[in-house]
């Protein structure tokens, strides 16, 4: 599904999330302003991604499908697609039918095991794949072009630093669906 636009445009200041924080004593302003940036900057990089995307005349799940089988030693299974990709089989299986169709992917029975599927890239998706990646990379690198090295590399851990967080509230099944 291509988003187009940014669905998050202006965030508060600071100033009004610390007059609600009067109200609500359990609302850390500064940790809402940070939760805030996290997700209009990940909002308006998925609008930009699509966009992009849209341009090179690929839609981004095909994309990342292509980029996952066009890395793997050994040809991935759909399911191994789903599970690298984070969507379900089925969405796999659907985005399979049509790239199979369209000439990019072939699925296989595994040599080695005839009770599984692979999934290979063809000529023409190697093609498709080695014209976008290079444009690709020059738009995304652009993106953080005004970073120095140091700068990179703090943010790569920060980010990370929040995706262990993440995985330990997921681990422990406490996420706002469990809250009471």
């Known amino acids: 599904m291509a988003r187009g636009e940014p669905i998050i445009k202006e965030l508060p200041h600071y100033d009004v999330l610390l007059q ?18 996290l997700l ?24 990342n499908l292509l980029m996952i089988a066009g890395h793997c030693d050994d040809p991935p299974s759909p399911a191994e697609l789903a599970d690298c990709t984070g969507v379900t089989r089925a969405t796999v299986s659907g985005l399979l039918d049509g790239m199979e169709r369209d000439g990019l992917v072939v699925r296989e029975v595994d040599p080695t095991d005839r009770r599984h599927i692979q999934v290979q890239l063809t000529k023409e998706g190697r093609a498709l794949l080695d014209r976008i990646r290079p444009a690709y990379c020059r738009w995304f690198s652009e993106l953080v072009d005004s970073l120095t090295e140091a700068e990179r ?11 262990l967080q993440l995985a330990a509230v997921r681990s422990e099944d406490n996420h706002p669906s469990k809250a009471a």
């Open 40 to 63: 209009k900057t990940g909002d308006e990089l998925l609008a930009l991604n699509d966009q992009f995307l849209a341009s090179q005349g690929v839609r981004p799940g095909r994309f």
């Open 20 to 37: 609600e924080s009067q109200q609500y004593p359990e609302l850390d302003p500064s940790a809402c302003l940070a939760w805030m940036h």
């Open 153 to 163: 590399q703090l943010l790569i851990a920060l980010l990370e630093k929040i995706q």
